[in-house]
T-cell receptor, first 115, second 112 residues
Framework: EAGVAQSPRYKIIEKRQSVAFWCNPI?????LYWYQQILGQGPKLLIQFQNNGVVDDSQLPKDRFSAERLKGVDSTLKIQPAKLEDSAVYLCASSLSQGADSPLHFGNGTRLTVT | GENVEQHPSTLSVQEGDSAVIKCTYS??????FPWYKQELGKRPQLIIDIRSNVGEKKDQRIAVTLNKTAKHFSLHITETQPEDSAVYFCAASKGPDYKLSFGAGTTVTVRA
């Protein structure tokens, strides 16, 4: 099966600029996640979707981050305006459902550098 | 929310020796504990997981143990090989949404 696709692979922007990341989950996976992985740390959940609805966005900095999954398939994550501390790898993951029997499958991530 | 602590942050072992990584969690309701391996520049991949109704699980050279009373779980890699070199992350979660809380990671280096 095809894996989770993410683009772009790398992005360099200046602070206060905006950026968007795209994710296409594995076909049939209802649950989609965006994680932020700062260098030297474990992934931190930003937002979780179940189909096209938000399950959890409690750790999403909503003043600058937004995400959508309008048709319940692919998703975009946007940052506007970016700050230096947003430099990280943004990982998208998907699973068949929310249960423990549905392991997460991660994409390769987008490495964002904010200068 | 759940807090997962992982030790050590780095681990260097001689090829053929064993490696052990330990994690503690704070939420006693957590009942699902996966381990992910992330090679340099690649995506995290699930290598093994354990549920709270099981004390130990093995898959070839890797095993995971869980102590619910003490709220800690460990990853054991035996007969380490150079391809085991990677960053390993533990995580904990609970129902209904099984949102994963990750540890900070352990960089394992296997010396030839």
């Amino acid at each position: 099966e095809a894996g989770v696709a993410q683009s772009p692979r790398y992005k360099i922007i200046e602070k206060r600029q905006s950026v968007a990341f795209w994710c296409n989950p594995i076909s049939g996976h209802a649950t989609l996640y965006w994680y932020q992985q700062i260098l030297g740390q474990g992934p931190k959940l930003l937002i979780q979707f179940q189909n096209n609805g938000v399950v959890d966005d409690s750790q999403l900095p909503k003043d600058r981050f937004s995400a959508e999954r309008l048709k319940g398939v692919d998703s975009t994550l946007k940052i506007q305006p970016a700050k230096l501390e947003d430099s990280a790898v943004y990982l998208c993951a998907s699973s068949l459902s929310q249960g423990a029997d549905s392991p997460l499958h991660f994409g390769n991530g987008t490495r964002l550098t904010v200068t | 929310g759940e807090n997962v602590e992982q030790h050590p942050s780095t681990l260097s072992v001689q090829e053929g020796d064993s490696a052990v990584i330990k994690c503690t969690y704070s939420d006693s309701a957590s009942n699902y504990f996966p381990w992910y391996k992330q090679e340099l520049g690649k995506r995290p991949q699930l290598i093994i997981d354990i549920r709270s109704n099981v004390g130990e699980k093995k898959d070839q050279r890797i095993a995971v143990t869980l102590n619910k009373t003490a709220k800690h779980f460990s990853l054991h890699i035996t007969e380490t090989q150079p391809e085991d070199s990677a960053v390993y992350f533990c995580a904990a979660s609970k129902g209904p949404d099984y949102k994963l809380s990750f540890g900070a990671g352990t960089t394992v280096t296997v010396r030839a």
